[in-house]
């Protein structure tokens, strides 16, 4: 078999084998089979067009028509002409079906199945990939960079994938690669002829010429290699260090010392942001269906998420750190034995159009089951998704206490923790004064933190004169809270973020939840939240409670029995049937749901949204696609940029040493930018061709160039600095001889193996130098220069063209000779 067929079949396999990654996303994988079979085809054609053969431009442009024949077979037949060719409509169908496949690719848990979208994405993917590297290895003999788009297909595995298994498919994928590597570099090899550096010895096992003398691999297999274990580093590493990727091949160890391949911390983001946008507006859209084992739902609020930290300017979640989901939840902080609890347990499932990242959760929370990729916040007892993961069409089954405490528990509750207490009552200086005046005189005469809290709820819900109104200003900073204990109108937002202040100013813990309340029942027994039943409400801790809902705002919720006033102490509240919540009566006023903070609509979604199921239906977003492309281009360009000077000067020194007739010589001898020299047809032009080839080597190991200096002395020079052997130094000699009886003898006489001749002293070089000397001759080649140089020659020519093409020579000729005594010259 040839070099460029064994080359071929080396590059379909690395495809497939780093396509292999894909595997555990999607069920069943029969779709890798087809992929298989339309990648054979592609490399088919391009190993007929190059035997042709055909302009390289013209092979890929060969192979790209035929893999888009070959889809639309496979995915738009029915819109083609005559079942093949692509027309308008297939094109229409080609964007239809990546629209859906981009749309499940966010619905979709992994493993999911395999739609006619999702099929498309991965065959088209996985043939796009293919090709690619097909071109770089085969097409323009250049392996080593062919790495890069095999490193971006498995890099959007691993960032996708969450199984254990990704260091298979890594040895896999990187396998693959090294096959290619080694096939081209016993490709080149094979076309050296066998190298000698000592004393022979017999052929290599692997075929003639691939071992040097004293049994040590020859120069370009090392590079290869040192290439290849390049390559992989940033394989390891990329995974690690682009954002929504994931923890990398090795999982491991999360930031901050948390365990898991999750690890880290969630920013502080504020999900208020669109609260009062889903209280106005003029249609309650369904977020979420839930099914319950509780006596009665008026407890039944579903919390997304705490916002436990006011800077002055608005409430939001801190800054925590967050792990993976156990099972069970640890116990609520602060719950003491004593106190009565009940296990409930629901089933939620989200609508398909909601989504956030945030999961709607019963509180306190026990045990949560669902799929996806979701992280753990204990502080806040929250679960938040994790690189794309939001709620979207989620099922999931929650396990969670009803707290009963009584008035009793409540007014003989100990003091909090220190550091609980100073966290929990931090005001910022930026609050007014008058906030904390006002809490102080509604408080007036309570004799115990419970009393202060019941006497703040009570003072907002009924005793303190205001009004419920969806259409004030929301605002959750200081100015905003005086403002509202001024004027006296304002919605859920309102009402719980001064609450919480205020009760933190009566030393009080105090934070902020956001989620939904119970919404309303149906027909069939299930509870139906809706985009009105968003809202937000205090929660303020207790020792041996923990941390307790209380109820502010007005039509809006139920207050829960513990915090009414002069209540019983304590058992659960009566049994009774399944009840709406204040949403679910059409009224012309503003319905009790309209309490979610305003911040919570710019989440992806609006104000709640449960998550995926557990099974293989909708339930795990994943990253978007435009996220994926951005992700993919952002790592091949980080990649790309310090492989520049490599890629050109293997290109360049390939052009050189060309043999006639071969695919990278050119006709006119001529050079463009990037690329001074090249050979042309004839002797002469091979010549200096290699010439230039060997001062440039000299150059990249150090050996700067003497323009001064006779072809003789300068070939002396290298092979006495750059410590050449016996051999390399008569090869550097013949190229000078070469060069010397081209430039002046009368009729020059074409030279033999004058590229070899260049390749050996290559060698040689590369083995007289150091560790440091070789890396940097490899990955930044100090002859590189000459493309700046190459460049501004390019850019000079263009001036003198344009200011030719304009005449502003001959308009400067005609000014000096306008000027009286100007002196041409």
Not at 38 to 53: D, E, I, K, M, Y
Not at 554 to 568: F, H, K, L, N, S
């Amino acid at each position: 078999m040839s070099g460029r067929g064994r080359l071929t079949i080396c590059a379909a396999l690395a495809t497939l084998l780093a396509a292999g990654s894909l595997l555990p996303l999607v069920e069943p994988t029969g779709w890798i089979l087809q992929a298989a079979f339309l990648l054979a085809v592609v490399s088919g054609v391009g190993a007929l067009t190059r035997r042709v053969p055909l302009a390289r431009p013209l092979t890929v442009a060969a192979q790209a028509l035929v893999a888009l024949l070959l889809l639309t077979v496979a995915f738009a037949r029915g819109q083609a002409l005559a079942g093949v060719l692509p027309g308008p409509d297939a094109f229409r169908e080609f964007g239809q079906l990546l629209a859906e496949g981009a749309d499940d690719v966010g619905q979709y848990a992994i493993p999911a199945p395999v739609t006619g979208g999702i099929r498309l994405l991965l065959i088209g993917g996985v043939l796009v990939i293919g090709l690619t590297v097909d071109a770089l290895a085969v097409t323009y003999r250049s392996a080593a960079p062919a790495g890069l788009p095999l490193l971006a297909l498995y890099s959007v595995a691993a960032g996708l994938s969450q199984g254990g298994a990704r260091w298979l498919w890594f040895l896999l994928a990187a396998a693959g690669y090294l096959l290619l590597l080694l096939a081209e570099g016993r490709d080149r090899l094979s076309q050296w002829g066998r190298v000698f550096g000592g004393a022979p010895r017999g052929p290599s096992r692997l075929g003639a010429g691939l071992e040097p003398a004293g049994g040590r691999p020859g120069a370009p297999v090392r590079s290869g290699r040192r290439i290849g274990a390049v390559a992989l580093g940033i394989a390891l590493v990329v995974p690690a260090a682009l954002p929504s990727l994931g923890g990398g091949l090795l999982g491991g160890q999360g930031r901050g010392g948390e365990t898991g391949p999750g690890g880290g911390t969630i920013s502080a983001v504020n999900p208020l942001v669109s609260l009062q946008n889903s209280l106005n507006q003029p249609e309650d859209r369904e977020v979420l269906s839930y099914r319950t084992s509780a006596d009665s739902t008026q407890d039944m609020y579903l919390r997304i998420v705490a916002l436990d930290h006011f800077d002055g300017s608005s409430w939001k979640p801190s800054e925590r750190r967050v792990g993976d989901v156990p099972s069970p939840l640890p116990a609520p902080q602060g719950l003491a034995p004593g106190v009565r609890t009940s296990t409930v347990r629901t089933n939620l499932v989200a609508a398909d159009w909601y989504k956030q990242n945030w999961l709607p959760l019963p509180y306190p929370a026990t045990e949560v089951r669902l799929g996806g990729r979701w992280r753990y916040e204990p502080e806040g007892r929250t679960l938040v998704g994790d690189r794309g993961q939001t709620t979207r069409g989620a099922k999931y089954q929650v396990s969670s206490l009803l707290v009963e405490p009584t008035a009793e528990q409540l007014a003989q509750a100990g003091p909090p923790p220190a550091e609980l207490l100073e966290e929990y009552t931090k005001v910022p200086d930026s609050l007014p004064g008058m906030v904390g005046r006002k809490a102080r005189a509604v408080t007036s005469g309570a004799s115990n933190p419970y009393e202060k809290a019941v006497r703040l709820q009570d003072w907002f819900a009924s005793k303190g004169g205001f009004t419920y109104d969806t259409q004030v200003a929301a605002g959750s900073g200081s100015e905003a809270i005086a403002r509202f204990l001024k004027q006296k109108q304002g919605f859920c937002v309102h009402f719980s973020f001064s609450m919480a202040a205020m009760a933190r100013t009566l030393g009080i813990p105090s934070r902020v939840a956001v989620g939904f309340t119970p919404g309303s029942s149906g027909a069939d027994g299930s509870m139906s939240v809706g985009l009105k039943d968003a809202h937000a409400w205090p929660e303020l801790y207790f020792e041996g409670i923990g941390w307790t809902r209380f109820e502010p705002t007005p039509t809006r919720g139920t207050v829960p029995d513990y915090a009414i006033e002069e209540a019983p102490s304590g058992g659960a509240s009566e049994p009774a049937e399944p009840q709406p919540s204040t949403t679910s009566a059409p009224s012309a006023e503003p319905t009790p749901s309209d309490s979610c903070p305003p911040e919570m609509k710019k989440l992806d979604g609006g104000c709640g949204a449960p998550v995926q199921q557990t099974g293989g239906g909708p339930t795990d977003r994943g990253l978007p696609l435009g996220t994926i492309l951005s992700t993919t281009a952002l790592g091949l360009l980080v990649l790309g940029l310090p492989a520049l000077p490599l890629l050109w000067r293997v290109r360049v020194r390939r052009r050189r040493l060309s043999e006639p007739g071969g695919g990278g010589t050119t006709r006119d001898g001529h050079s463009s930018p990037g690329e001074p020299t090249g050979p042309g047809s004839g002797p002469g032009e091979r010549t200096l061709a290699a010439w230039r080839e060997l001062i440039d080597s000299g150059w990249d190991y150090g050996i700067v160039p003497d323009d001064s200096q006779t072809p003789r002395q300068a070939s002396a020079r290298i092979a006495r600095q750059g410590g050449l052997d016996t051999a390399a130094t008569e090869s550097a000699h013949r190229v000078a001889a070469a060069v010397e009886q081209v430039l002046y003898a009368p009729a020059p006489r074409p030279a033999a193996g004058l590229a070899a001749d260049v390749r050996r002293v290559r060698d040689g070089l590369h083995s007289a130098a150091g560790r440091s000397t070789r890396l940097r001759a490899l990955l930044a080649p100090r002859s590189a220069a000459r493309v700046a140089w190459a460049f501004s020659r390019w850019r000079s020519a263009q001036v003198a063209r344009w200011s030719a093409r304009w005449g502003v020579d001959r308009w400067a000729e005609t000014l000096r000779r306008a000027v009286p005594g100007r002196q041409r010259g």
